[in-house]
């Protein structure tokens, strides 16, 4: 049970070059997330999707797109990279099981673009 | 609108004494409240949460936090800090609309002193 994963770690793109951040969950979570943290703004929330086939903005959603491929799988994509996303990108998923509520985060991805 | 605030961006506590990092939220109707942990270049870790039932809530690594409802508060404690336990704090509030996402504060960085 490995929990959340993301790939890749760390990446350093151009401007304008684009990348796809994967994420992948195995708690047979409904929903998943995409945050982005900033230094003293703590997490944002970029996308989320309800459940498997939907897909919502969340706070900061310019210049991102997503994918719900699967009930496991949520990617994030920049299409564009622009130095403002330079940050540490968070996955997570939650479920609310027996009157609780989880949500787990995944390792994070440090993107720079220069 | 819903939001979490952590007045304080630093805490600085010499080992062996007891902790406080702070949390204020607003929300309608009943809270989620959680606090997480990041240590440097990591993913958020779940300390602990309050859903319900008694206000003073145990989590990991010798964590625990108050509930408030009159203050609107969830403190997060601990009788006698260790240098281990350094990091970055975070505390959240589960949104009570249809996403569930948690909405965080800036976070806190505890810092332990030998």
């Known amino acids: 049970n490995a929990g959340v994963t993301q790939t890749p770690k760390f990446q350093v793109l151009k401007t304008g070059q684009s990348m796809t951040l994967q994420c992948a969950q195995d708690?047979?979570?409904?929903?998943m997330y995409w945050y982005r943290q900033d230094p003293g703004m703590g997490l944002r929330l970029i996308y989320y999707?309800?459940?498997?086939?939907?897909?919502d903005k969340g706070e900061v959603p310019n210049g991102y797109n997503v994918s719900r491929l699967n009930k496991r799988e949520f990617s994030l994509r920049l299409e564009s990279a622009a130095p403002s996303q330079t940050s540490v990108y968070f996955c997570?998923?939650?479920?609310?099981?027996?009157?609780?509520?989880?949500?787990?985060f995944g390792p994070g991805t440090r993107l720079t673009v220069t | 609108a819903q939001s979490v605030a952590q007045p304080e961006d630093q805490v600085n506590v010499a080992e062996g004494n007891p902790l406080t990092v702070k949390c204020t939220y607003s929300?309608?109707?009943?809270?989620?409240l959680f606090w997480y942990v990041q240590y440097p270049n990591r993913g958020l870790q779940f300390l602990l949460k309050?859903?319900?039932?008694?206000?003073l809530v145990k989590g990991s690594y010798g964590f625990e936090a108050e509930f408030n409802k009159s203050q609107t508060s969830f403190h997060l404690k601990k009788p006698s800090a260790l240098v281990s336990d350094s990091a970055l704090y975070f505390c959240?509030?589960?949104?009570?609309?249809?996403?569930?996402?948690?909405?965080f504060g800036t976070g806190t960085l505890l810092a332990v002193q030998p």
């Open positions: 959240a509030v589960r949104d009570t609309g249809a996403t569930n996402k948690l909405i």
């Open positions: 309050y859903i319900t039932g008694d206000n």
């Open positions: 997570a998923s939650s479920a609310v099981r027996q009157g609780t509520y989880e949500q787990y």
């Open positions: 999707s309800a459940s498997e086939g939907t897909t």
């Open positions: 708690m047979n979570h409904n929903s």
């Open positions: 929300v309608s109707g009943n809270p989620y």
